[in-house]
């Protein structure tokens, strides 16, 4: 019997990742640009995967689109939302999940999933960027910092800064007085930090959490939001290798598992 | 004459009761724009003020909270917010307290318009910013407000003494509205208006019952279009009478097999709150996409109000949504949702209407518990389109949708 290839694309409002995995189990091929829906980050995500684990499309067996922009990519066979598919994609990379906490480029969701990683229920923040990517992109940028320092930069603070303000707007112009106070950048990134997991722990308390958590999406490789939404809701809080790209794996896996029943 | 009648009765009979029922409410309006021209005085009224009290004075009153819906569905909620805004009221308060703001100031709006008012009938049952949205009203046109307090109940029944003080409040308001109007207020009416709002809202519920049918031949959306007879002219007897034609259509679709929904009915929900007025197509869109008919609403059968006496009729109305403590608003919806069946809730957060959307975090949780259903909130507007985001939206409705095939395939592997 010859191998099954899915293709798995989570196409966000500011990346694009894309999986193909090899019958359901492995994954051949990964890749994600940083440009999401309504960009040329889709096409050239999914031309890396195909040239990396030289395939073509017609190698893939099914393709399944998940994410912001799930509605726009034409040859992608069926769509499902990221709330199933990042509970899918974590219960592949971490079995024993039972809360996922995602904080995506303009969303932030906490998904509860079954012993199968089937999706049972999920709140999302509300139309604000508090506790989101783009909270994090806005205030690197008034801090004159690369979003992937803001990791280390934050473990060397010494002073608690609290950044109070939930709407992203009024937390930059907060961090622009803390700045003009010649308070220590460090000591403002690990208050911001604080600042999204206060947000963010918000809403996992809501849905209730259940070990064990995991966290996924982007922000995830940020070990201070990470350590700060421990602190938070003190529960020790998972993460992984291939966090960003849960989506597109749980979509990959999702389009394996649609192969198998139309077979 | 007579034959007259008959032909009048045999063009009820022929059309659709919808059709019907929407001549019903734009008789009102028509109405209180002829008694306005004529110099007769026209009474803004709360959607749960006792509405038989001036009906028994032959007054003739208009519904704000009617006519911001239809403002809002005609797409002029957003200009007619931005209108109060630069009067200085905050984007915060009520969709609808804006746009009546804005239309008693003399924003122009050609969406749904009514008579200025003479008089303003308000009880709070429904929500306390209408006590403030009444007061600014008063002190705008210098005009006598007329209020009926309803306390929150915070047990399951309206204590006697709540019934005592709403009662006194019901004296005073008719002893006013006699002075105002210089009517005398008449017992007999009073009982015959009774009589017919109590049939009106018997015949009201029946219809919002037939959603308990599997397929149901109606969506939980036609009842937000014809609600607006119940809020508006629940006292006459023409919309008892066109409400029974109504559930006669639904009788008939069971029977046929028929339904208004003309989708696939792969699940059923409740639809929780008021909806987004400005956004009814969007709202539906992805519901029919993946075949989501709305079996049970909790806005509509809010409205019918059901009494055998003063007494009952004043706990009639100490329940409303908003004023009844949170075991009997949970008991209310979930037996909604069994009578229903219902495999899921899209819970609308309402930033118009913070009361309702305060207490659903915790109403959700319940729902889920004893229910076993999928629950789901999305964030919207009852007005005010700027708070809407379709794509959320969206991404929620199918959360919910898939969160319903996983529960149903549980359900299935079980049995």
Same mark, same amino acid.
């Given at each position: 019997m010859? #191998?099954?290839?899915?293709?798995?694309? #989570? !196409?966000?409002?500011?990346?694009?990742?894309? !999986? =193909? *995995?090899?019958?359901? /189990? #492995? =994954?051949k091929a990964k890749s994600k640009i940083n440009a999401g829906t309504g960009t040329s980050g889709p096409d050239r995500v999914i031309n890396s995967v195909l040239n990396a684990s030289n395939l073509n499309l017609n190698n893939i067996s099914f393709i399944m689109a998940t994410g912001y922009g799930r509605n726009? %990519? /034409?040859?992608?066979?069926? $769509?499902?939302? $990221? %709330?199933s598919c990042h509970a899918y994609g974590a219960h592949f990379q971490f079995h024993s999940a039972r809360t996922v906490i995602d904080i995506g480029g303009q969303d932030a969701k906490v998904l509860r999933l079954d012993e199968n990683g089937m999706l049972v229920n999920f709140v999302m923040n509300d139309k604000c960027a508090a506790g989101t990517g783009r909270f994090l992109d806005v205030m690197a940028r008034v801090l004159e910092v690369n979003i992937e320092d803001l990791e280390d930069l934050s473990a060397k603070s010494k002073r608690d800064i609290t950044i109070s303000s939930t709407c992203t707007v009024f937390a930059e112009s907060e961090v622009i007085s803390q700045l003009a106070s010649n308070a220590d950048k460090c000591d403002i990134i690990r208050g911001i930090h604080h600042s999204v997991a206060s947000r963010v722990g918000a809403l996992a308390r809501r849905i209730g959490l259940k070990e064990d958590i995991v966290m996924t999406g982007g922000v995830a490789q940020n070990k201070g939001v990470l350590s700060a939404l421990e602190g938070e809701l003190n529960y020790k809080i998972h993460t992984f290798e291939l966090a960003q @790209?849960?989506?597109?794996?749980?979509?990959? *896996?999702?389009? @394996?598992?649609?192969? =198998?029943?139309?077979s | 004459m007579v034959d007259n009648i008959k032909v009048v009765?045999?063009?009820?009979?022929?059309?659709?009761?919808? +059709?019907?029922?929407? +001549?019903?409410?734009?008789?009102?309006?028509? +109405?209180?724009w002829e008694a306005k021209e004529k110099g007769e005085l026209i009474g803004w009224s709360s959607s749960k003020f006792p509405a038989e009290i001036a009906e028994t004075l032959g007054l003739k009153i208009c519904y704000p909270e009617n006519q911001a819906a239809a403002i809002s569905a005609k797409h002029g909620g957003q200009r007619m917010c931005e209108y109060a805004e630069s009067m200085g009221y905050d984007n915060d308060i009520c969709g609808y307290a804006r746009i009546s703001l804005a239309y008693a100031a003399g924003a122009k709006c050609d969406e749904k318009s009514m008579p200025q008012p003479d008089f303003l009938l308000c009880c709070n049952n429904i929500c306390n910013c209408m006590t403030k949205w009444y007061e600014n009203i008063a002190r705008m046109h210098n005009i006598p407000l007329i209020m009926i307090d309803v306390p929150y109940n915070n047990t399951s029944e309206a204590s006697e003494e709540n019934i005592k003080y709403i009662r006194s409040q019901f004296d005073d308001a008719i002893e006013e509205l006699e002075k105002i109007s210089g009517r005398k207020f008449d017992e007999r009416k009073f009982e015959e208006v009774c009589s017919n709002a109590n049939r009106t809202a018997k015949a009201w519920l029946k219809a919002c019952s037939y959603c308990k049918y599997v397929p149901s031949p109606l969506s939980g959306f036609d009842l937000f279009n014809h609600m607006a007879v119940v809020v508006t002219a629940r006292c006459r007897r023409e919309s008892s009478e066109a409400f029974e034609a109504l559930t006669k259509e639904y009788e008939e679709s069971v029977k046929n097999g028929t339904s208004t929904w003309r989708y696939d009915e792969n699940y059923r929900i409740m639809f929780e709150g008021i909806p987004c007025w400005p956004e009814l197509r969007s709202l539906f869109t992805p519901l029919k996409q993946y075949g989501i008919n709305t079996t049970a609403v909790v806005y509509a059968p809010a409205f019918g109000f059901v009494y055998d006496n003063m007494n009952e009729m004043i706990k009639a109305y100490c329940k409303a949504p908003n004023s009844v403590c949170i075991e009997t608003g949970v008991e209310w919806r979930e037996s909604i949702c069994r009578e229903n069946k219902v495999d899921g809730v899209l819970v609308h957060y309402n930033r118009s209407c913070k009361p309702w959307s305060g207490y659903m975090p915790e109403m959700e949780r319940r729902f889920r518990n004893d229910l076993g259903v999928g629950v789901v909130g999305f964030d919207g507007d009852q007005a005010d389109p700027r708070n809407f985001s379709n794509a959320q939206y969206i991404t929620r409705v199918q959360g919910l949708f898939e969160i319903m095939e996983v529960k149903r395939k549980i359900k299935d592997e079980k049995n």
């Open positions: 010859s #191998d099954i290839f899915t293709m798995g694309i #989570d !196409i966000g409002s500011t990346a694009s990742k894309c !999986i =193909i *995995l090899k019958n359901g /189990q #492995d =994954i726009t %990519l /034409q040859i992608a066979h069926a $769509e499902m939302s $990221e %709330l @790209y849960t989506g597109a794996v749980g979509a990959a *896996l999702f389009a @394996y598992k649609r192969v =198998i029943k139309n | 009765e045999n063009v009820k009979n022929s059309r659709p009761a919808k +059709e019907w029922l929407r +001549e019903i409410v734009d008789k009102v309006y028509a +109405e209180a």
